[in-house]
Structure formats: structure tokens, C-alpha cells
């Protein structure tokens, strides 16, 4: 069966410093990868959607980048943190399930900026 | 283009009463529609999905929403409200095909009262 991990799961870092999440899935091979940022009371914004290896698409331009260095391994960087990068990062994959394209999600990442 | 609709960003029903959480959702293309509910610190779990084969769809834990198309609709209910129903909902769109994209609501979080 496919599972998705993500990690860390809760993260403090202080304004200017770097990130990096980290997001893989065990049991595909080739899936299509996405981050979301959720925030209170905004539902979740799609940040960065990768359909192969090297290949990374952005939804809003921000703070942040990702990469896809291996088929199941998708990161989620910036070089300079921001106070409004907090808020709770969760990785997806889409595969095939009864008939639709679902995302299943991972644990998520709870980012705390000070 | 499509977009996703959720009233109420808050919903609170006694143990055993009706659960009703509403959607409505616009899309250029044939929908397809899921819910999403998201407990405390965790990521999304797939509560159903609607791909065109019935417009009455059965979930998990005993949810259920039914497509109608005239409404542009597909709310969410459960009969009688649990405890641990007590969540964040999320609906969401999408067309056909694992390309398109997924386009969340705002969530609506219900309160079970006891």
C-alpha cells in the first residue's frame, strides 16, 4: 500500500533563517506531488504541484521553493524565512482510487516563524 | 475555472442530531467533487468522492452527500452527529484526470455538543 511521510512535524525557526521540509511516498512510483500552506480560516492554498523528477510548478510566487530530487522525494525550501511563512505545510500525492484522481495527504508540517 | 463555496466557516449540532455542512462548487467542466475532513494537527482524510457514477454518494463513518447538479451543489450529511465527528470539513473540485487541479473550500469546522 502507498503511505506518505512527512517531516518534521513541528518546526520553530527564527525570521531570516532557512527551511527545509521534506515529503516522500513509499509504494508508487512516479506520482504526481503537490505542497499545500494551509492558514486559519483560508483553507489550503496549492503551492507547488511536480509531475517528474526536476519538474516543479508554482502556483503563487513567494518566499518559498521546491525540488524533487528523486521520484518519491519532494522538499520544500526558502533561503529566508518571513513571519507570514507560518502556518501548517502539507504534502500530497495523487493517484487513481474507484474511479478519480484523489490526493491523499501526508501528516502535515506545522511551521512556527519568530 | 472552477472554485468551491463552503457556508459557515462554523457549525455546532447537539450528539444525534442531523449533520448538514453545505457546498457549492462552480467548474467550466464535468465536476468531480470530494470531502475532505481534517482532525486536530493531522492532514486531510478522504471522507467520499463523486466521479458521475451516482449522485448519492456514501462515505466513511457514516457521511453521505448528494450531487445535485441543478443546485451546484453537494452537501455534506450524516443522520445522527458523534462525538468524534467533531473536525474540520473541507470540500473540494476537480475536473477529470489526474492533471487538473484541486480547488479547496474554506473548511467548515463542526462542534459536537453533548
Known amino acids: 500500500s502507498q503511505t506518505i511521510h512527512q517531516w518534521p512535524a513541528t518546526l520553530v525557526q527564527p525570521v531570516g533563517s532557512p527551511l527545509s521540509l521534506e515529503c516522500t511516498v513509499e509504494?508508487?512510483?512516479?506520482?504526481?506531488l503537490y505542497w499545500y500552506r494551509q492558514a486559519a480560516g483560508r483553507g489550503l492554498q496549492l503551492l507547488f504541484y511536480?509531475?517528474?523528477?526536476?519538474?516543479i510548478s508554482s502556483e503563487v510566487p513567494q518566499n518559498l521553493s521546491a525540488s524533487r530530487p528523486q521520484d518519491r522525494q519532494f522538499i520544500l525550501s526558502s533561503k529566508k524565512l518571513l513571519l507570514s511563512d507560518s502556518g501548517f505545510y502539507l504534502c500530497a500525492w495523487r493517484g487513481y482510487r474507484s474511479g478519480a484522481n484523489v490526493l491523499t495527504f501526508g501528516a502535515g508540517s506545522r511551521l512556527t516563524v519568530l | 475555472a472552477q472554485s468551491v463555496t463552503q457556508l459557515g466557516s462554523h457549525v455546532s449540532v447537539s450528539e444525534g442530531a442531523l449533520v448538514l455542512l453545505r457546498c457549492n462548487y462552480s467548474?467550466?467542466?464535468?465536476?468531480?467533487l470530494f470531502w475532505y475532513v481534517q482532525y486536530p494537527n493531522q492532514g486531510l482524510q478522504l471522507l467520499l468522492k463523486y466521479t458521475s457514477a451516482a449522485t448519492l454518494v456514501k462515505g466513511i463513518n457514516g457521511f453521505e452527500a448528494e450531487f445535485k447538479k441543478s443546485e451546484t451543489s453537494f452537501h455534506l450529511t450524516k443522520p445522527s452527529a458523534h462525538m468524534s465527528d467533531a473536525a474540520e470539513y473541507f470540500c473540494?473540485?476537480?475536473?477529470?484526470?489526474?492533471?487538473?487541479?484541486?480547488?479547496f473550500g474554506t473548511g467548515t469546522k463542526l462542534q459536537v455538543i453533548p
Open positions: 467548474s467550466s467542466v464535468p465536476p468531480y
Open positions: 473540494a473540485v476537480s475536473g477529470e484526470g489526474g492533471y487538473q487541479k484541486v480547488t
Open positions: 509504494g508508487t512510483s512516479n506520482p504526481n
Open positions: 511536480s509531475v517528474g523528477i526536476g519538474q
